[in-house]
């Protein structure tokens, strides 16, 4: 082989090992990147924190229509439930007390159940003389945005509007107390 | 490892078997064998040619048919243990919890072991899901490390072929020909299809060589294929939901913003053997009942452009459809289909309030299950008041009556029941076939009457916009496949020396019997010398001495 062969050569070296790397990276980046989605796959369209806080409007047990938008500078304890659901009817009494006690500091409860009829959402306020509004989401359209699963769930929104916390499962007094500080308007 | 030359000036990249220019063979092995190993057409796969980085020993390990194969078997058994245990995504439970605790109890302790070893969920676990980009990058990486020798090769293939070459071709002859034998066998190979090229004293006629890309096809096929199995994964591609509608119920379509399902009625209609359906008399009579048409008839609504979810009058209808049995509802890239159904779901319970004693009825009241009232006014001046409404009763706690569900399977009715005759009203629970009193014996009862019911839908949300990528790769696999199987290449070389012998060696990479009857025409057309099959020959001498060991 002469002189001229072997930088050549190297040239067709490097060629191969750039063509190689690259052919590679792009086949292993795609196999991560479909593990990752499938990872990911359950809670691919739950909302995350951070989020905007999906908009929507619901008519609670007086006929009066709640619009989140219209709450924008409070924060909003969304909670969803439904009256067959133990965890959410154990919780309601603790969120009653803490509304009383941080609705003049700006933090709006809305207790969202889950497509049941008006006299069993109705007879349930009343039972646990609930003060805070409670919207039935008719069409389970709400909770479709919110891909809302277990119930309770309740979503934390900040005054601006924006997701701060998703909790599933029942919390304490001391949590509840506790998240709606967190998202207290300065 | 050193670049080899051959004796004929080339310079062949290390691990070539043959001469890339004139074919003599490269190594010991190959000198001496009776017959050259035309596979790759002796080319160095060029991953046997360096082995020095990471990502050489990477590349080579994937190049490796043999780790493709392997690959392949543990899919295969992978995939086939999966289909042992249902999957979870087919078992009634639908929390992490229930699901496990449905394994353990169906299944005993093999469902425990199955779902331990994350069974099921086989197919969307990570490790499967590697495998299977495993074998993408061992297809893509086994194509190439094999195509562009090959290809090079066949592009640069010389008319030319040392004698040592044509001498361990299958097809070999030679012998003496008249002077005009190249002419009159180019003619003839020309006549056959063949593209025939000449160089001084030689030629080579090829035909078919495009089906030599057969397999490489296929795998570019397979390659689109598992590319849009991957884009399934991407949120938006794909979606499979399932919704389960009640009759009379409007609800929000999951994972289909905007839109909502009303269902109308659901229709189950079975062959009667009446009426035109005579000729099925038989097989009725031999199978009992046979479902003609399961329906659903639905209204699809979408929300008005700006408005929010949980609106209520804002939804305008976009299409009224009877969804049947392969016959979904299409709308804006997404379907609806049929897929199961529950009948005779509790709708409404009619009562007749009765004097306990004389049996004699006060009036009739109908509760609807679904959305009750508060109070229910019966005809001579008592009242029926609801007090508390449990539609899925499941026993006491605290002495506090609890449901288990939103859906009115077991109902249960707290009533405070008022006649002319007891103003001051008579409390009772009352469920199925069970009345308590619990504040003291009563007067009147609550008599059940009858019962109103309602069918539910179970419907399945799909989008697939990977469907076309399939069917493109599945397309492109096939046409691999035949262009692999249904063509052959075929390959003649001839040479005429100067004192007149001619030296004739043909390949195929199939079908040796077509070669042959080629060859025969062009034989005796061009007055060729005969040729042998020196496979046939080796195969006579070894079963010669196989037998001649067993007479031994």
Same mark, same amino acid.
């Given at each position: ?5 072997? &930088? ?97 500091? #700006? ?19 009343? %039972? ?18 919110? +891909? ?6 309740? =979503? ?31 | ?48 040619? /360096? ?12 190049? +490796? ?16 243990? #999966? ?27 093999? !469902? ?25 990058? $061992? ?29 361990? %071709? ?25 593209? =025939? ?10 035909? !078919?060589?495009? @089906? ?15 590319? *849009? ?58 199978? #009992? ?11 699809? /609504? ?11 009058? @804002? %939804?305008?209808?976009?299409?009224? /459809? ?38 004699? $009825? ?31 009763? @499941? ?10 569900? &939103? ?32 504040? *003291? ?23 697939? +916009? ?13 046409? #691999?496949?035949?262009?692999?199987? /249904? ?12 004192? !007149? ?50 007479? +031994?």
């Amino acid at each position: 082989m002469d002189e001229r062969a072997v &930088p050549q050569k190297n040239d067709k070296k490097k060629k191969r090992a750039v063509m190689r790397t690259i052919i590679l990276a792009i086949l292993i980046a795609a196999i991560g990147y479909t593990i990752y989605n499938s990872a990911t796959a359950e809670e691919v369209s739950l909302l995350e924190v951070g989020d905007k806080a999906p908009d929507f409007t619901l008519v609670d047990l007086e006929g009066n229509d709640h619009k989140l938008s219209d709450y924008e500078g409070q924060g909003v304890f969304l909670n969803f439930w439904g009256t067959w659901c133990k965890p959410c009817a154990k919780e309601m009494p603790a969120m009653d007390r803490q509304y009383e006690a941080f609705s003049n500091d #700006g933090v709006q409860v809305l207790a969202i159940n889950i497509a049941q009829s008006d006299f069993e959402v109705q007879s349930f306020a009343d %039972q646990y003389g609930l003060s805070f509004p409670v919207v039935i989401d008719k069409t389970k359209s709400v909770m479709t945005a919110y +891909s809302i699963r277990p119930l309770p769930t309740t =979503v934390l929104v900040n005054p601006d509007g924006n997701i701060q916390r998703i909790v599933t499962g029942e919390m304490t007094e001391q949590d509840i107390e506790g998240f709606m500080e967190e998202i207290k308007p300065e | 490892m050193e670049n080899l030359q051959c004796q004929c000036g080339h310079t062949n990249p290390p691990g070539t078997k043959l001469c890339e220019s004139c074919g003599r063979s490269l190594t010991e092995k190959d000198q001496n064998s009776k017959l050259v190993d035309m596979r790759y057409e002796g080319t160095a796969r060029r991953s046997q040619t /360096y082995n020095k980085s990471i990502i050489d020993k990477i590349w080579n390990f994937f190049s +490796s048919v043999k780790v493709g194969v392997s690959i392949i078997v543990v899919l295969l058994v992978a995939a086939a243990i #999966g289909t042992i245990l249902p999957q979870q995504a087919f078992v009634p439970a639908s929390t992490e919890a229930t699901i496990q605790a449905y394994y353990a109890d169906t299944y005993g302790s093999i !469902g425990r072991v199955y779902h331990a070893l994350g069974f099921h969920d086989l197919y969307s676990s990570y490790w499967f899901i590697a495998l299977v980009g495993m074998l993408a990058i $061992s297809l893509v990486i086994a194509s190439l490390d094999r195509f562009v020798p090959l290809y090079k090769s066949l592009k640069n293939q010389r008319v030319l072929r040392h004698p040592s070459f044509m001498d361990k %071709q299958r097809i070999y002859g030679s012998g003496p020909a008249a002077e005009d034998t190249l002419e009159k066998a180019e003619t003839k190979l020309k006549e056959l299809k063949y593209n =025939v090229r000449t160089d001084k004293n030689g030629l080579l006629a090829e035909k !078919g060589r495009f @089906s030599r890309w057969g397999p490489y096809v296929n795998h570019i096929g397979l390659i689109i294929f598992l590319f *849009g199995v991957m884009l399934r994964m991407i949120p938006g591609f794909y979606i499979d939901e399932s919704l389960w509608l009640r009759e009379g119920e409007t609800r929000a379509i999951p994972e289909v913003p905007g839109y909502y399902l009303e269902n109308k009625g659901f229709a189950l209609e079975n062959y009667t053997g009446e009426g035109g359906e005579e000729v099925f008399g038989e097989a009725l009579d031999r199978v #009992g009942t046979v479902a003609k048409n399961y329906q659903t008839d639905v209204v699809l /609504y979408q929300n008005s452009e700006d408005a929010l979810p949980g609106a209520a009058d @804002s %939804q305008e209808v976009v299409a009224e /459809y009877p969804i049947r049995v392969n016959q979904p509802l299409k709308f804006d890239g997404y379907a609806i289909y049929q897929m199961d159904f529950r009948l005779d779901e509790l709708k409404a319970m009619t009562f007749a309030l009765t004097n306990k004693e004389t049996e004699e $009825s006060l009036g009739e009241l109908t509760i609807d299950l679904i959305n009750p009232v508060d109070n229910y006014e019966l005809e001579g001046g008592s009242t029926v008041e609801l007090l508390g409404y449990y539609p899925d009763f @499941s026993g006491f706690e605290n002495g506090e009556p609890q449901t288990a569900t &939103p859906l009115p399977n077991n109902p249960g009715f707290l009533v405070e029941l008022t006649t002319p005759e007891t103003p001051e009203g008579e409390t009772s629970f009352i469920t199925i076939q069970n009345t308590v009193e619990p504040l *003291g014996e009563n007067d009147f009862k609550l008599t059940f009457l009858s019962a109103d019911t309602r069918d539910v839908s179970g419907l399945t949300v799909r989008k697939d +916009s990977t469907l076309p990528i399939l069917g493109l790769g599945g397309l492109i696999f096939m046409i #691999g496949v035949a262009q692999g199987m /249904y063509f052959n290449h075929r390959r003649f070389w001839i040479q005429q020396k100067a004192d !007149g012998t001619v030296l004739l060696a043909g390949h195929t990479n199939k079908n040796w019997f077509g070669l042959k009857k080629d060859l025969d025409r062009v034989v005796e057309y061009a007055s060729l010398p005969a040729y042998t099959d020196q496979q046939d020959e080796i195969d006579k001498v070894e079963k010669a001495e196989k037998e001649g060991e067993t007479l +031994s």
